[in-house]
């Protein structure tokens, strides 16, 4: 893939602020978290996205407006989407373990990141079941485990209050949901070099 021009849209820090901006602006349909997931997902399973497929599936998740902005070659939104890409496949094949999950910061309630976990582990199990069951269903026990886990996960109750405990309690989880992540992309992804969207 060809460098893309390094526009302050086309930037694209792995921090919520950055994607939730760009959804904003483009009237997306549904939570950026989401989409960083169903991507995720699909990296971990081993799948690697072509340009076109990757803009088809944002398109989709984003809404119906944003197809017809990407066919009339939108720069911005389409060097944001691929940075996007890169360096999510980037970070989940870091060798310091850097990947993070998208999701808002503590300035956020806790329900609201409660919402973002969701979305995002829900994003992931999606990613990972277009990708293929049947790898699913011939993975360790540990990855069925994960799997399990995530989907008890997704269906998290965000009424809850922004008690000191109950931070904690996230935090934990987020960080299992990173580790359990990279455990995935572990067991689906044998090649030490990160490959790129072409």
């Given at each position: 893939?060809?460098?893309?021009?390094?526009?302050?849209?086309?930037?694209?820090?792995?921090?919520?602020?950055?994607?939730?901006?760009?959804?904003?602006?483009?009237?997306?349909?549904?939570?950026?978290?989401?989409?960083?997931?169903?991507?995720?997902?699909?990296?971990?399973?081993?799948?690697?996205?072509?340009?076109?497929?990757?803009?088809?599936?944002?398109?989709?998740?984003?809404?119906?407006?944003?197809?017809?902005?990407?066919?009339?070659?939108d720069?911005?939104?389409?060097?944001?989407?691929?940075?996007?890409?890169?360096?999510?496949?980037?970070?989940?094949?870091?060798?310091?373990?850097?990947?993070?999950?998208?999701?808002p910061?503590?300035?956020?309630?806790?329900?609201?990141?409660?919402?973002?976990?969701?979305?995002?582990?829900?994003?992931?199990?999606?990613?990972?079941?277009?990708?293929?069951?049947?790898?699913?269903?011939?993975?360790?026990?540990?990855?069925?485990?994960?799997?399990?886990?995530?989907?008890?996960?997704?269906?998290?109750?965000?009424?809850?209050?922004?008690?000191?405990?109950?931070?904690?309690?996230?935090?934990?989880?987020?960080?299992?949901?990173?580790?359990?992540?990279l455990?995935?992309?572990?067991?689906?992804?044998?090649?030490p070099?990160?490959?790129?969207?072409?």
């Amino acid at each position: 893939m060809s460098t893309a021009s390094q526009t302050p849209s086309a930037a694209v820090p792995q921090d919520f602020e950055t994607w939730a901006d760009v959804f904003l602006r483009q009237g997306a349909v549904n939570h950026p978290s989401e989409l960083h997931g169903n991507l995720s997902g699909q990296l971990a399973l081993g799948a690697r996205l072509s340009n076109d497929a990757w803009l088809a599936l944002a398109a989709e998740h984003m809404g119906s407006e944003q197809v017809a902005a990407m066919q009339e070659e939108d720069a911005d939104l389409r060097d944001f989407l691929m940075n996007a890409y890169e360096q999510t496949l980037l970070a989940m094949n870091s060798p310091d373990m850097s990947f993070m999950p998208l999701l808002p910061d503590d300035e956020y309630g806790l329900s609201e990141r409660l919402v973002a976990l969701g979305a995002w582990v829900r994003g992931f199990l999606e990613g990972m079941a277009l990708v293929g069951s049947r790898q699913l269903g011939e993975s360790s026990p540990e990855i069925r485990e994960i799997i399990r886990d995530f989907v008890a996960i997704s269906q998290v109750d965000a009424d809850e209050d922004d008690a000191e405990e109950d931070e904690l309690q996230l935090a934990e989880v987020i960080e299992f949901v990173r580790v359990g992540v990279l455990t995935v992309f572990t067991e689906f992804n044998t090649a030490p070099a990160a490959e790129t969207l072409h």
